[in-house]
């Protein structure tokens, strides 16, 4: 009997592959990578990226408060890392108020703007007594 056919039969378990290690990385982490990837950009390159944090910011707030009188007002920072189409691939969040729960789900998948390179983070610092 092949091992194909006893693999098939049941009779061989299958070899596990090795295990990948994903490096976990914290908001902390997140957070200066997209401080040190936002100071990168300058000029036209930064314009461009502080106006698609504005639309995708200002069209998260209209997604999440529309109707939803906001009772919770402390300030809150979403960090995203960008692919090299834009979107958005992995979000991390400080702060706990729904508008703040609700915005990191909104922006999860959104195209946000074309980025120098893969892996490329930006933050919305969202604070309502600046």
Known sequence: MTATLALALGLLAPQASPAVAV???EYVDAKRLADADEKTLV?????????????LLNAGVVECSLGKPQKDFTAFT????????????DTWRQGSSPLAICL??????KTV???????????????FTK
Request: aromatic share 6%.
């Open 104 to 109: 990191q789900r909104y922006v999860r998948g």
């Open 113 to 127: 703007f074309t980025p120098p390179r893969d892996g490329f983070h930006m933050s919305l610092e969202i604070s």
């Open 78 to 89: 979403i960090v995203m890392r960008l692919d090299a189409a834009g979107q958005v691939r």
């Open 23 to 25: 490096p976990v990385v």
């Open 43 to 55: 000029g036209p390159a930064h314009e461009a990226m502080r106006a698609a944090q504005a639309r």
